[in-house]
């Protein structure tokens, strides 16, 4: 631009500004801490839970590192569709894909992964209902215990392999390698 344009400064953003300094406000009333503590104890919950599943697989370092994320990975189910179940099954939001870290995820031949992330807000009563639909979305098909839960979930299953519908939306169908409709 020619001057004068470019010396002119246009409207401030006032209220972003005060809504920065009430955030801040906000956030010290908490204290960085407390909401360090809540991440942690909620991770910690999340990770033990998903050990326990010899079929999920958690990407990265331990917790303490990992802070508020837990990225992992199911075996024999894209990880686009288990961030779709968890939308679908119980409005959980959780990121898949590679993150932003493509370089990563090529250099270690991994196509990509589900990530959770828990911040102040989230408790463990919500972790706890995480959890049933990791076991719900994430569980292999083929015994007993596990159709049972699927059926008491209102789902059904249509073969041995992994083929989902969902009775809350019952034109989804999840299968093993993509959701389609039907």
Same mark, same amino acid.
Do not use: D
């Given at each position: 631009l020619d001057p004068p344009?470019?010396?002119?400064a246009g409207l401030q953003n006032y209220a972003g500004a005060i809504g920065l300094a009430e955030a801040v406000r906000y956030l010290d009333k908490i204290g960085k801490d407390n909401i360090e503590k809540n991440e942690l104890k909620i991770n910690k919950f999340v990770t033990q839970e998903l050990e326990k599943m010899d079929f999920v697989k958690i990407l990265g370092p331990s917790v303490e590192k990992r802070s508020s994320l837990i990225s992992f990975n199911v075996d024999k189910i894209n990880f686009h569709d288990v961030a779709l179940m968890f939308n679908d099954m119980k409005n959980i939001m959780i990121r898949s894909g590679q993150h932003c870290v493509h370089s990563w995820f090529n250099a270690n031949?991994?196509?990509?992964?589900?990530?959770?992330?828990?911040?102040?807000?989230?408790?463990?009563?919500?972790?706890?209902?995480?959890?049933?639909? +990791?076991?719900? &979305?994430?569980? =292999?098909?083929?015994? /007993? +215990?596990?159709? &049972?839960?699927? =059926?008491?979930?209102? /789902?059904?299953?249509? &073969?041995?392999?992994?083929?989902?519908?969902?009775?809350?939306?019952?034109?989804?169908?999840?299968?093993?390698?993509?959701?389609?409709?039907?």
């Open positions: 344009e470019k010396f002119e031949n991994i196509k990509g992964s589900a990530r959770a992330s828990f911040y102040l807000y989230n408790t463990i009563e919500e972790a706890t209902v995480f959890m049933i639909i +990791s076991r719900i &979305s994430c569980a =292999k098909i083929g015994n /007993l +215990s596990t159709l &049972s839960f699927f =059926k008491s979930a209102g /789902l059904f299953i249509l &073969s041995n392999n992994l083929c989902v519908i969902s009775l809350h939306r019952p034109k989804q169908l999840y299968t093993s390698n993509n959701v389609a409709s039907v």
